[in-house]
T-cell receptor, first 116, second 114 residues
């Protein structure tokens, strides 16, 4: 099955700096890679995703890059703000497999702290 | 439109007791999932369902059972709770392949087994 590794486990940045979180996956068939943000005591919420036919996707201060050859993808947050402090999870799945359930395999999470 | 609703939100069980966690979704999603979240381990899939009347094992199914008698409900059962099942449990649902993809999570159930 799929295995997703995520680094770093904790990340502390100064407000206004950039933050980068990296993930690697094992199954070359995976084709959908979402990122979730989870604030303390809350449910995970999708912040951005990328499909395997795209190398980069941006949404305001958030971007995700995908290197299919190396089987890794990264989350980039620019101009970080205190409200970006949360746990971020990457995930991978083979989307579109009928009956497969689109099961997401999650990384172990990155605790991001944005300091004033 | 409530999305995905989990009950209860908190529960304390004694070792050996049983309980059922309920997940209900009103989005007409075909697929439903149960994950557990433990510190430093991310979210791990327990069981999932691709439609009414179907269930399948995920990554960590031991000690749990599930049922999907109605499309909108997915129940997670613990027959004999163990301290190792202390965790936060999240239910999620998603549409089937071919539809705009998206997982919707419930708000979670914090379970403590003493």
């Amino acid at each position: 099955g799929e295995n997703v590794e995520q680094h770093p486990s904790t990340l502390s940045v100064q407000e206004g700096d950039s933050a980068v979180i990296k993930c690697t996956y094992s199954d070359s068939a995976s084709n959908y890679f979402p990122w979730y943000k989870q604030e303390l005591g809350k449910r995970p919420q999708l912040i951005i995703d990328i499909r395997s036919n795209v190398g980069e996707k941006k949404d305001q201060r958030i971007a995700v890059t995908l290197n299919k050859t190396a089987k890794h993808f990264s989350l980039h947050i620019t101009e970080t703000q205190p409200e970006d402090s949360a746990v971020y999870f990457c995930a991978a799945t083979l989307k579109g497999l009928t009956g497969g359930g689109n099961k997401l395999t999650f990384g172990t999470g990155t605790q991001l702290k944005v300091e004033l | 439109n409530a999305g995905v609703t989990q009950t209860p939100k908190f529960r304390v069980l004694k070792t050996g007791q049983s309980m059922t966690l309920l997940c209900a979704q009103d989005m007409n999603h075909e697929y439903m999932y149960w994950y557990r979240q433990d510190p430093g381990m991310g979210l791990r899939l327990i069981h999932y369902s691709v439609g009414e009347g179907t269930t399948a094992k995920g990554e960590v199914p031991d000690g749990y059972n599930v049922s999907r008698l109605k499309k909108q409900n997915f129940l997670l059962g613990l027959e004999s709770a163990a301290p190792s099942q202390t965790s936060v449990y999240f239910c999620a649902s998603s549409p089937p392949p071919g539809h705009p993809y998206g997982y919707t999570f419930g708000s979670g159930t914090r379970l403590t087994v003493v």
